[in-house]
């Protein structure tokens, strides 16, 4: 049951700021904000780590791989933490 928001009543979204300025609102209509998704930032992670030499006793190397490998295991996981952490308004990378 979708509920109609009259002119004496502000819509819940807009007592907790999260229209965007100036947006125009039609009921009904899920608006949805930019996200990070993972894999770009694992895909990112894994150029950082492939510019290294692989070198299982180089601190650096060492830590970008497993760190790649444990977020590449845990990509559900680390979706939902972006998706928590990333607020409207938040600056995000460009595509």
């Not at 502000?10 to 209509?29: I, T």
């Not at 790649?68 to 845990?74: E, G």
Request: charged share 30%.
């Amino acid at each position: 049951m979708r509920r109609e928001i009259g002119p004496d009543r502000a819509h819940p979204l807009d007592m907790v700021g999260l229209w965007p300025s100036g947006g125009h609102r039609r009921p009904g209509v899920l608006i949805r904000w930019p996200t990070m998704k993972s894999e770009k930032l694992l895909a990112e992670l894994n150029r950082i780590r492939a510019d290294l030499d692989k070198d299982p006793s180089d601190i650096e190397w060492f830590t970008l791989h497993h760190v790649f490998c444990f977020i590449s295991y845990q990509q559900g996981a680390f979706q939902k933490y972006l998706d928590e952490v990333i607020k409207p308004g938040d600056e995000i990378p460009e595509d």
